[in-house]
């Protein structure tokens, strides 16, 4: 079984790889299931991207600031991937992942790095250290190489330790897992790769793409 992670590692080889896989079955879940059984997810552009964000109420300016923002980190990823692909990642939480937040409507007062041992903690209110806090979003960042999954344990210790966290999300700067809360338990909500952009997962037609997952962890919801 191939995962994201390891289609990461082999970018040189993609068509290959991909080639051999199309000839396999895939097993996925503890089911069989065939590569041409699964439904190709529609590409996304700047515009369908646009578009979905003004008809949910947003401004035209800061759809339009998100578009730009996507851009420049496809720019800057692609120069990582290039120039220096062992990135460390707090560099990819710094200059990718932050900026993206404050792209989505997030400001520096509701976003604290390091936070309990979180990587970034996202607030629904102004963060006021002489108060309880409780984190709305925890996001983990990852670097290129690494898998965007969390352990089932971490997961139920997220759940008891923050019970107003309705969203944890892994990503390595272009990547996004994002697991939403229903009840006390987080189900898998939506993937979305930067690089490549589509309107559900491949291989869970049921998990929402970019327009869903980004409007998920914005501040516009």
Do not use: H
Request: proline share 2%.
């Amino acid at each position: 079984m191939i995962g994201y992670s390891t289609m990461s590692r082999v970018d040189k080889n993609y068509n290959k790889v991909k080639e051999i896989i199309n000839k396999e079955e895939l097993i996925e879940l503890k089911q069989k299931r065939k590569i041409s059984d699964l439904k190709i997810p529609d590409k996304v552009d700047n515009t369908i991207i646009k578009k979905f964000l003004i008809n949910q109420g947003i401004r035209i300016f800061d759809a339009e600031n998100i578009v730009n923002t996507i851009n420049r980190i496809i720019v800057l990823i692609n120069w990582y991937k290039e120039y220096d692909p062992s990135v460390l990642e707090y560099e990819l939480r710094t200059f990718v992942v932050v900026p993206f937040l404050f792209s989505l409507g997030w400001s520096e007062q509701k976003i604290k790095l390091e936070y309990n041992k979180i990587d970034i903690a996202i607030f629904s209110n102004i963060y006021n250290s002489k108060k309880s806090n409780q984190p709305k979003i925890i996001i983990e960042t990852k670097t290129f190489d690494d898998g965007l999954y969390f352990a089932q344990n971490q997961i139920e210790q997220y759940a008891k330790n923050y019970p107003k966290c309705n969203l944890i999300v892994t990503t390595n700067g272009y990547r996004y897992n994002i697991l939403k809360r229903e009840g006390s338990i987080f189900f898998r909500y939506a993937y979305f790769n930067l690089l490549d952009m589509r309107t559900f997962d491949y291989l869970e037609n049921n998990i929402f793409g970019i327009l869903e997952g980004m409007f998920e962890i914005s501040n516009y919801k």
